[in-house]
Protein backbone atom coordinates (compact mmCIF):
# COMPACT_ATOMS: atom_id res chain seq x y z
CA UNK A 1 0.00 0.00 0.00
CA UNK A 2 1.45 3.03 -0.59
CA UNK A 3 2.66 5.96 1.47
CA UNK A 4 -0.34 8.00 -0.41
CA UNK A 5 -2.84 6.30 -0.13
CA UNK A 6 -2.29 5.45 3.94
CA UNK A 7 -2.10 9.10 4.45
CA UNK A 8 -5.59 9.92 2.62
CA UNK A 9 -7.21 7.20 4.46
CA UNK A 10 -5.71 9.44 7.92
CA UNK A 11 -6.48 12.95 6.20
CA UNK A 12 -10.22 11.39 5.90
CA UNK A 13 -10.37 9.72 9.27
CA UNK A 14 -8.97 13.44 10.83
CA UNK A 15 -12.09 15.04 8.82
CA UNK A 16 -14.45 12.71 9.93
CA UNK A 17 -13.72 13.74 13.72
CA UNK A 18 -13.20 17.27 12.51
CA UNK A 19 -16.85 17.53 10.88
CA UNK A 20 -18.33 15.06 14.08
CA UNK A 21 -17.04 17.70 16.22
CA UNK A 22 -18.78 20.74 14.40
CA UNK A 23 -21.54 22.84 15.10
CA UNK A 24 -24.19 22.31 12.44
CA UNK A 25 -24.05 21.35 8.79
CA UNK A 26 -22.95 24.55 7.06
CA UNK A 27 -20.03 24.58 9.57
CA UNK A 28 -19.38 21.08 8.45
CA UNK A 29 -19.56 21.65 4.51
CA UNK A 30 -17.23 24.72 5.21
CA UNK A 31 -14.85 22.93 6.86
CA UNK A 32 -14.72 20.04 4.28
CA UNK A 33 -13.91 22.72 1.86
CA UNK A 34 -10.83 24.67 3.38
CA UNK A 35 -9.90 20.87 3.93
CA UNK A 36 -10.51 20.29 0.23
CA UNK A 37 -8.69 23.62 -0.72
CA UNK A 38 -5.38 23.21 1.42
CA UNK A 39 -4.72 19.41 -0.16
CA UNK A 40 -5.38 17.53 2.79
CA UNK A 41 -8.08 16.19 1.35
CA UNK A 42 -8.53 14.77 -2.17
CA UNK A 43 -10.76 15.29 -4.53
CA UNK A 44 -12.29 11.44 -4.30
CA UNK A 45 -12.30 12.17 -0.19
CA UNK A 46 -13.72 15.26 -0.34
CA UNK A 47 -16.32 14.25 -2.96
CA UNK A 48 -17.03 11.14 -0.56
CA UNK A 49 -17.07 13.29 2.95
CA UNK A 50 -19.62 15.81 1.02
CA UNK A 51 -21.88 12.62 0.31
CA UNK A 52 -21.85 11.59 3.70
CA UNK A 53 -22.57 14.86 5.08
CA UNK A 54 -25.43 15.45 3.32
CA UNK A 55 -26.79 12.08 3.78
CA UNK A 56 -26.57 12.65 7.93
CA UNK A 57 -28.44 15.78 6.86
CA UNK A 58 -30.68 13.60 5.23
CA UNK A 59 -31.01 11.18 7.94
CA UNK A 60 -31.16 13.71 11.08
CA UNK A 61 -34.16 15.47 8.90
CA UNK A 62 -36.26 11.93 8.85
CA UNK A 63 -38.24 10.67 11.87
CA UNK A 64 -36.21 9.16 14.38
CA UNK A 65 -36.61 4.99 14.37
CA UNK A 66 -37.35 3.09 16.85
CA UNK A 67 -34.29 2.26 18.95
CA UNK A 68 -32.78 -1.36 18.31
CA UNK A 69 -29.60 -2.71 20.53
CA UNK A 70 -26.73 -3.12 18.39
CA UNK A 71 -22.52 -3.58 18.64
CA UNK A 72 -20.86 -0.41 18.68
CA UNK A 73 -19.85 1.02 15.55
CA UNK A 74 -16.23 0.15 14.67
CA UNK A 75 -14.48 4.19 13.14
CA UNK A 76 -13.63 3.68 9.76
CA UNK A 77 -12.22 5.97 7.10
CA UNK A 78 -14.82 7.30 4.14
CA UNK A 79 -12.68 4.81 1.70
CA UNK A 80 -13.36 1.60 3.92
CA UNK A 81 -9.50 1.74 4.81
CA UNK A 82 -9.35 0.74 8.60
CA UNK A 83 -6.22 1.23 10.97
CA UNK A 84 -5.89 0.21 14.06
CA UNK A 85 -3.12 -0.65 16.48
CA UNK A 86 -1.85 -4.14 15.84
CA UNK A 87 -2.84 -6.99 18.63
CA UNK A 88 0.88 -6.97 19.57
CA UNK A 89 4.33 -4.82 19.21
CA UNK A 90 4.49 -1.46 18.04
CA UNK A 91 2.47 -1.07 14.61
CA UNK A 92 -1.06 -1.19 13.05
CA UNK A 93 -3.21 -2.65 10.95
CA UNK A 94 -4.38 -1.28 7.32
CA UNK A 95 -6.48 -2.43 4.89
CA UNK A 96 -5.86 -6.02 5.85
CA UNK A 97 -2.33 -5.47 6.10
CA UNK A 98 0.04 -5.55 9.66
CA UNK A 99 2.61 -2.63 9.45
CA UNK A 100 5.55 -3.82 12.34
CA UNK A 101 8.07 -2.04 13.88
CA UNK A 102 11.38 -3.68 15.57
CA UNK A 103 14.81 -2.18 16.23
CA UNK A 104 17.61 -2.14 18.68
CA UNK A 105 19.96 1.35 19.89
CA UNK A 106 23.33 -0.20 21.51
CA UNK A 107 26.61 1.77 22.47
CA UNK A 108 29.48 1.15 24.33
CA UNK A 109 32.85 2.72 26.08
CA UNK A 110 35.49 0.32 24.86
CA UNK A 111 39.20 0.66 25.56
CA UNK A 112 41.28 -1.84 24.44
CA UNK A 113 44.95 -2.53 26.20
CA UNK A 114 46.84 -3.63 23.11
CA UNK A 115 50.29 -4.78 22.87
CA UNK A 116 53.33 -3.06 21.83
CA UNK A 117 54.27 -3.61 18.17
CA UNK A 118 57.70 -5.83 17.97
CA UNK A 119 59.46 -8.51 16.07
CA UNK A 120 57.22 -11.25 17.52
CA UNK A 121 53.56 -9.43 17.22
CA UNK A 122 53.01 -9.99 13.51
CA UNK A 123 50.16 -12.10 12.74
CA UNK A 124 48.27 -11.89 9.05
CA UNK A 125 44.85 -12.71 9.98
CA UNK A 126 45.21 -11.96 13.61
CA UNK A 127 41.76 -10.41 15.29
CA UNK A 128 43.93 -9.21 18.40
CA UNK A 129 44.87 -5.24 17.86
CA UNK A 130 48.65 -3.96 18.46
CA UNK A 131 49.79 -0.68 19.34
CA UNK A 132 51.72 1.71 21.64
CA UNK A 133 49.17 2.49 23.59
CA UNK A 134 45.60 1.80 24.29
CA UNK A 135 42.66 2.43 22.41
CA UNK A 136 39.74 4.44 23.78
CA UNK A 137 36.11 4.82 21.80
CA UNK A 138 32.78 5.18 21.61
CA UNK A 139 31.17 2.84 19.56
CA UNK A 140 28.20 0.39 18.69
CA UNK A 141 29.04 -3.18 20.00
CA UNK A 142 28.79 -6.47 17.88
CA UNK A 143 25.49 -5.63 16.87
CA UNK A 144 25.22 -1.71 15.04
CA UNK A 145 21.85 -0.37 15.14
CA UNK A 146 18.77 -1.25 13.02
CA UNK A 147 15.37 -0.57 12.50
CA UNK A 148 13.31 -3.76 10.92
CA UNK A 149 9.54 -3.16 9.20
CA UNK A 150 7.74 -5.88 8.02
CA UNK A 151 4.55 -5.66 6.40
CA UNK A 152 2.21 -8.95 6.18
CA UNK A 153 -1.20 -10.28 5.10
CA UNK A 154 -3.73 -13.23 4.42
CA UNK A 155 -3.89 -13.53 0.23
CA UNK A 156 -5.53 -16.07 -1.43
CA UNK A 157 -4.85 -18.51 1.72
CA UNK A 158 -1.08 -17.31 1.72
CA UNK A 159 0.64 -15.72 4.40
CA UNK A 160 2.75 -12.87 2.54
CA UNK A 161 5.46 -10.53 4.04
CA UNK A 162 7.68 -8.05 2.99
CA UNK A 163 10.71 -7.52 5.05
CA UNK A 164 13.13 -4.32 5.21
CA UNK A 165 16.03 -4.30 7.18
CA UNK A 166 18.25 -1.00 7.46
CA UNK A 167 21.20 -1.33 10.26
CA UNK A 168 22.71 1.96 11.24
CA UNK A 169 26.13 2.43 13.24
CA UNK A 170 26.44 5.43 15.19
CA UNK A 171 30.37 5.92 14.48
CA UNK A 172 30.94 7.66 10.87
CA UNK A 173 31.91 5.44 7.84
CA UNK A 174 34.89 5.62 5.76
CA UNK A 175 33.22 4.04 2.44
CA UNK A 176 34.98 2.11 0.33
CA UNK A 177 34.78 -2.27 -1.49
CA UNK A 178 32.75 -3.29 2.05
CA UNK A 179 30.73 -0.18 2.38
CA UNK A 180 29.43 0.91 5.78
CA UNK A 181 31.38 -2.05 6.91
CA UNK A 182 34.85 -0.57 6.05
CA UNK A 183 36.98 0.95 9.11
CA UNK A 184 35.55 4.35 10.92
CA UNK A 185 36.73 7.98 9.82
CA UNK A 186 37.25 9.43 13.27
CA UNK A 187 36.94 13.22 12.79
CA UNK A 188 34.95 16.02 12.40
CA UNK A 189 32.31 16.53 9.29
CA UNK A 190 31.94 12.79 8.92
CA UNK A 191 28.75 10.82 8.91
CA UNK A 192 27.74 7.43 9.75
CA UNK A 193 26.52 4.58 7.40
CA UNK A 194 23.65 2.69 7.01
CA UNK A 195 24.12 -1.14 6.35
CA UNK A 196 20.90 -2.20 4.59
CA UNK A 197 20.73 -5.79 5.10
CA UNK A 198 17.78 -7.07 4.85
CA UNK A 199 15.63 -6.64 1.72
CA UNK A 200 13.17 -10.14 1.60
CA UNK A 201 10.08 -11.29 0.61
CA UNK A 202 8.43 -14.79 2.11
CA UNK A 203 4.75 -16.55 1.51
CA UNK A 204 3.94 -19.72 3.35
CA UNK A 205 0.71 -21.59 4.76
CA UNK A 206 1.14 -24.15 7.47
CA UNK A 207 0.76 -27.39 5.58
CA UNK A 208 3.66 -26.25 2.65
CA UNK A 209 6.44 -24.00 4.68
CA UNK A 210 8.02 -21.03 3.88
CA UNK A 211 9.81 -19.42 0.94
CA UNK A 212 11.77 -16.66 1.27
CA UNK A 213 13.53 -14.71 -1.68
CA UNK A 214 15.52 -11.58 -1.15
CA UNK A 215 18.49 -10.92 0.94
CA UNK A 216 18.76 -11.87 4.64
CA UNK A 217 21.13 -14.04 7.08
CA UNK A 218 22.59 -17.18 5.73
CA UNK A 219 21.85 -20.74 7.06
CA UNK A 220 25.41 -21.58 7.91
CA UNK A 221 27.18 -20.18 10.88
CA UNK A 222 23.69 -18.08 12.04
CA UNK A 223 22.72 -19.88 14.60
CA UNK A 224 26.51 -19.52 16.24
CA UNK A 225 26.14 -15.94 15.85
CA UNK A 226 22.64 -15.65 17.11
CA UNK A 227 23.34 -17.10 20.49
CA UNK A 228 26.77 -15.79 21.29
CA UNK A 229 26.43 -13.46 24.47
CA UNK A 230 28.69 -10.51 22.52
CA UNK A 231 25.86 -10.27 20.16
CA UNK A 232 24.67 -7.97 22.95
CA UNK A 233 27.94 -6.53 23.74
CA UNK A 234 31.66 -6.12 22.34
CA UNK A 235 34.04 -8.81 22.59
CA UNK A 236 37.16 -8.59 20.19
CA UNK A 237 36.85 -5.45 19.34
CA UNK A 238 38.74 -5.83 15.64
CA UNK A 239 40.17 -2.03 15.18
CA UNK A 240 39.14 0.25 17.97
CA UNK A 241 40.75 3.21 16.71
CA UNK A 242 38.92 3.71 13.79
CA UNK A 243 35.86 2.50 14.86
CA UNK A 244 33.50 0.71 12.06
CA UNK A 245 29.88 -0.13 11.92
CA UNK A 246 30.44 -3.20 14.29
CA UNK A 247 33.25 -4.78 16.57
CA UNK A 248 33.93 -8.70 16.07
CA UNK A 249 32.69 -10.25 18.97
CA UNK A 250 32.96 -13.82 18.20
CA UNK A 251 33.81 -13.75 14.95
CA UNK A 252 36.96 -15.10 13.76
CA UNK A 253 37.40 -16.79 17.10
CA UNK A 254 35.06 -19.26 17.65
CA UNK A 255 32.95 -19.30 14.57
CA UNK A 256 33.17 -17.75 10.66
CA UNK A 257 30.51 -15.15 10.35
CA UNK A 258 27.50 -16.07 8.32
CA UNK A 259 26.64 -12.59 6.94
CA UNK A 260 23.16 -11.39 5.10
CA UNK A 261 23.61 -12.65 1.49
CA UNK A 262 21.07 -12.80 -1.59
CA UNK A 263 19.25 -16.19 -1.65
CA UNK A 264 16.21 -18.20 -2.25
CA UNK A 265 15.45 -20.35 0.58
CA UNK A 266 12.28 -22.93 1.96
CA UNK A 267 11.81 -24.15 5.28
CA UNK A 268 9.80 -27.03 5.93
CA UNK A 269 6.87 -27.17 8.20
CA UNK A 270 7.59 -28.10 11.68
CA UNK A 271 7.34 -31.46 12.54
CA UNK A 272 8.10 -32.71 16.27
CA UNK A 273 10.56 -29.70 16.85
CA UNK A 274 11.98 -30.48 13.56
CA UNK A 275 12.70 -27.51 10.78
CA UNK A 276 14.88 -28.12 7.84
CA UNK A 277 16.18 -25.06 5.78
CA UNK A 278 17.82 -25.11 2.21
CA UNK A 279 18.78 -22.48 0.14
CA UNK A 280 20.14 -21.91 -3.31
CA UNK A 281 22.68 -18.25 -2.52
CA UNK A 282 24.43 -15.58 -4.81
CA UNK A 283 28.09 -16.92 -5.22
CA UNK A 284 30.85 -15.14 -3.32
CA UNK A 285 33.90 -14.61 -4.42
CA UNK A 286 37.64 -15.47 -2.62
CA UNK A 287 38.93 -11.81 -0.32
CA UNK A 288 42.12 -13.27 -0.52
CA UNK A 289 42.84 -16.01 -3.59
CA UNK A 290 43.06 -15.56 -7.42
CA UNK A 291 40.34 -13.74 -9.23
CA UNK A 292 37.25 -15.88 -9.76
CA UNK A 293 34.71 -15.92 -11.91
CA UNK A 294 31.89 -18.04 -10.25
CA UNK A 295 29.38 -20.02 -12.71
CA UNK A 296 27.69 -22.34 -9.73
CA UNK A 297 25.66 -20.94 -7.14
CA UNK A 298 26.27 -21.59 -3.47
CA UNK A 299 23.99 -23.88 -1.57
CA UNK A 300 23.28 -23.90 2.31
CA UNK A 301 20.77 -26.00 4.62
CA UNK A 302 19.98 -26.06 8.11
CA UNK A 303 18.31 -28.31 10.56
CA UNK A 304 16.87 -27.86 13.86
CA UNK A 305 15.22 -29.20 16.65
CA UNK A 306 13.74 -27.31 19.82
CA UNK A 307 12.34 -29.46 22.73
CA UNK A 308 12.66 -30.70 26.00
CA UNK A 309 14.00 -33.34 27.90
CA UNK A 310 13.62 -34.18 31.61
CA UNK A 311 11.88 -30.40 32.32
CA UNK A 312 16.04 -29.52 30.54
CA UNK A 313 14.75 -26.48 26.97
CA UNK A 314 16.98 -27.75 24.17
CA UNK A 315 17.83 -26.11 21.43
CA UNK A 316 20.11 -27.72 18.56
CA UNK A 317 21.47 -27.09 15.54
CA UNK A 318 23.63 -29.17 12.34
CA UNK A 319 23.88 -26.46 9.28
CA UNK A 320 26.44 -26.85 5.63
CA UNK A 321 27.62 -25.03 2.86
CA UNK A 322 28.91 -25.29 -0.25
CA UNK A 323 30.18 -23.56 -3.23
CA UNK A 324 32.35 -24.02 -6.27
CA UNK A 325 34.84 -21.54 -7.33
CA UNK A 326 36.00 -21.11 -10.33
CA UNK A 327 39.52 -19.34 -10.83
CA UNK A 328 39.85 -16.80 -13.92
CA UNK A 329 43.45 -18.38 -14.53
CA UNK A 330 41.84 -21.50 -15.17
CA UNK A 331 41.14 -24.53 -12.70
CA UNK A 332 38.62 -24.45 -10.07
CA UNK A 333 37.88 -25.31 -6.21
CA UNK A 334 34.99 -26.30 -3.81
CA UNK A 335 34.54 -24.52 -0.75
CA UNK A 336 32.24 -26.52 2.01
CA UNK A 337 31.84 -27.16 6.11
CA UNK A 338 30.00 -28.35 8.46
CA UNK A 339 29.05 -26.67 11.96
CA UNK A 340 26.73 -28.36 14.94
CA UNK A 341 25.94 -26.96 18.20
CA UNK A 342 23.37 -27.30 21.20
CA UNK A 343 22.13 -25.05 23.71
CA UNK A 344 20.56 -26.23 26.81
CA UNK A 345 18.37 -24.30 29.28
CA UNK A 346 17.63 -25.44 32.89
CA UNK A 347 15.96 -23.09 35.17
CA UNK A 348 18.61 -19.77 35.63
CA UNK A 349 21.09 -21.96 33.63
CA UNK A 350 22.12 -21.84 30.04
CA UNK A 351 24.89 -23.71 28.27
CA UNK A 352 26.34 -23.78 25.34
CA UNK A 353 28.82 -25.73 22.97
CA UNK A 354 29.42 -25.07 18.95
CA UNK A 355 31.80 -26.92 16.79
CA UNK A 356 32.37 -25.94 12.92
CA UNK A 357 35.15 -27.93 10.41
CA UNK A 358 35.48 -26.25 6.62
CA UNK A 359 37.46 -26.51 3.37
CA UNK A 360 38.40 -23.69 1.28
CA UNK A 361 36.40 -21.80 3.52
CA UNK A 362 38.73 -19.49 5.34
CA UNK A 363 38.34 -18.20 8.84
CA UNK A 364 36.28 -14.83 10.28
CA UNK A 365 34.60 -14.23 7.07
CA UNK A 366 33.82 -16.81 4.31
CA UNK A 367 36.52 -16.91 1.53
CA UNK A 368 39.22 -15.08 3.73
CA UNK A 369 42.16 -16.87 3.74
CA UNK A 370 40.57 -19.72 1.81
CA UNK A 371 43.18 -20.53 -0.23
CA UNK A 372 46.59 -20.02 -0.81
CA UNK A 373 47.74 -17.28 -4.10
CA UNK A 374 47.66 -20.81 -6.47
CA UNK A 375 44.09 -22.07 -5.19
CA UNK A 376 44.52 -24.79 -3.28
CA UNK A 377 42.40 -25.07 -0.05
CA UNK A 378 43.25 -24.51 3.45
CA UNK A 379 41.30 -26.53 6.09
CA UNK A 380 39.89 -24.74 9.41
CA UNK A 381 38.07 -25.08 12.16
CA UNK A 382 36.68 -23.39 15.53
CA UNK A 383 34.67 -23.92 18.53
CA UNK A 384 33.37 -22.09 21.62
CA UNK A 385 31.72 -22.92 24.93
CA UNK A 386 29.81 -20.78 26.75
CA UNK A 387 27.83 -20.57 30.10
CA UNK A 388 25.19 -18.14 31.58
CA UNK A 389 23.15 -17.56 35.06
CA UNK A 390 20.78 -15.18 35.48
CA UNK A 391 19.60 -13.94 38.84
CA UNK A 392 16.64 -11.41 38.71
CA UNK A 393 17.28 -8.32 36.99
CA UNK A 394 21.13 -9.59 36.62
CA UNK A 395 22.74 -11.81 34.09
CA UNK A 396 26.52 -13.27 34.39
CA UNK A 397 27.59 -15.28 31.58
CA UNK A 398 31.36 -16.34 30.30
CA UNK A 399 32.57 -17.46 27.06
CA UNK A 400 35.75 -19.17 25.30
CA UNK A 401 36.48 -20.31 21.87
CA UNK A 402 38.99 -20.06 18.96
CA UNK A 403 39.38 -20.28 15.44
CA UNK A 404 42.28 -22.41 13.83
CA UNK A 405 43.62 -22.13 9.61
CA UNK A 406 45.95 -24.77 8.17
CA UNK A 407 48.05 -24.63 5.47
CA UNK A 408 47.17 -25.92 2.19
CA UNK A 409 50.52 -28.05 1.83
CA UNK A 410 54.31 -27.23 2.46
CA UNK A 411 54.65 -24.52 0.00
CA UNK A 412 52.39 -22.22 1.67
CA UNK A 413 54.08 -22.65 4.71
CA UNK A 414 56.98 -21.58 3.34
CA UNK A 415 55.48 -18.58 1.42
CA UNK A 416 53.41 -17.72 4.45
CA UNK A 417 55.27 -17.93 7.88
CA UNK A 418 53.64 -15.40 9.80
CA UNK A 419 50.03 -16.53 8.31
CA UNK A 420 47.08 -16.95 11.65
CA UNK A 421 47.52 -20.15 13.27
CA UNK A 422 44.97 -19.56 16.41
CA UNK A 423 42.72 -16.68 17.16
CA UNK A 424 41.27 -17.69 20.49
CA UNK A 425 39.31 -15.01 22.89
CA UNK A 426 37.89 -15.18 26.57
CA UNK A 427 34.99 -13.19 27.29
CA UNK A 428 33.58 -12.34 30.78
CA UNK A 429 30.51 -10.53 30.99
CA UNK A 430 27.39 -9.09 33.46
CA UNK A 431 24.36 -7.12 32.64
CA UNK A 432 21.28 -5.80 34.44
CA UNK A 433 18.05 -5.37 32.94
CA UNK A 434 17.00 -1.55 33.95
CA UNK A 435 13.80 -2.08 32.32
CA UNK A 436 12.27 -4.22 29.41
CA UNK A 437 13.56 -2.53 26.71
CA UNK A 438 17.01 -1.77 28.38
CA UNK A 439 20.32 -3.65 29.20
CA UNK A 440 23.00 -2.09 30.83
CA UNK A 441 25.85 -4.16 30.00
CA UNK A 442 29.84 -4.80 31.09
CA UNK A 443 32.32 -6.73 29.25
CA UNK A 444 35.71 -8.02 29.72
CA UNK A 445 37.72 -9.62 26.53
CA UNK A 446 40.70 -11.15 26.44
CA UNK A 447 42.29 -11.45 22.76
CA UNK A 448 45.03 -13.67 21.44
CA UNK A 449 46.80 -14.22 17.81
CA UNK A 450 49.09 -16.92 16.84
CA UNK A 451 51.00 -16.82 14.02
CA UNK A 452 52.08 -20.23 12.55
CA UNK A 453 55.99 -19.44 12.98
CA UNK A 454 55.07 -18.70 16.97
CA UNK A 455 54.39 -15.29 16.61
CA UNK A 456 51.78 -13.80 19.12
CA UNK A 457 49.56 -10.96 19.64
CA UNK A 458 47.48 -9.98 22.77
CA UNK A 459 45.04 -7.36 23.28
CA UNK A 460 42.41 -6.96 26.42
CA UNK A 461 39.23 -4.81 25.98
CA UNK A 462 37.12 -3.71 28.52
CA UNK A 463 33.23 -2.49 27.26
CA UNK A 464 30.71 -0.75 29.52
CA UNK A 465 27.31 0.79 27.79
CA UNK A 466 23.70 -0.70 27.14
CA UNK A 467 21.57 -1.92 24.80
CA UNK A 468 18.05 -1.64 24.02
CA UNK A 469 15.49 -3.43 21.97
CA UNK A 470 12.00 -2.81 21.35
Known sequence: MSAKRIFGGCAAAMALCLVATSAHAGTSEALLKRLHDKGILSDDDYADLMKEEQAEEAKAAAPAPAPVATAAPVAESASGRLIKASDSGIGFEVGGATVKFSGSVNGFYVHDATQTPGAHTSVVGGVADVGSNGVSSVRNGLLPGFL???VTTKQGGWDVGAHFGMYPGINSANYGAL?????????ALATSGIDFRQTYLTFARP???EVKIGRDIGLFGSDAILNDITLLASGSPGGNVAPANTTLGRIGVGYIYTDFQPQITYTTPGLAGLHLSVGVFQPLESLSGPAQANSQPGFQGKLTWDGKVGGV????WVSGITQKHDVVTGGSYTGQGLDFGGKATAGPVQLLGYYYTATGLGTTVLNLFDTDTFGNRRGSDGYYFQALVTLGKFTAAGSYGASLLHYANDADAIANPTLVDKNASAVGQLRYGLTSWVTLIGEYTHTTATAHNGNEAKSDALAL?????F
Not at 465 to 469: D, E, N, R, V, W
Open 179 to 187: GANNGGQPT
Open 465 to 469: GGILF
Open 313 to 316: GLHT
Open 148 to 150: KID
Open 207 to 209: DFG
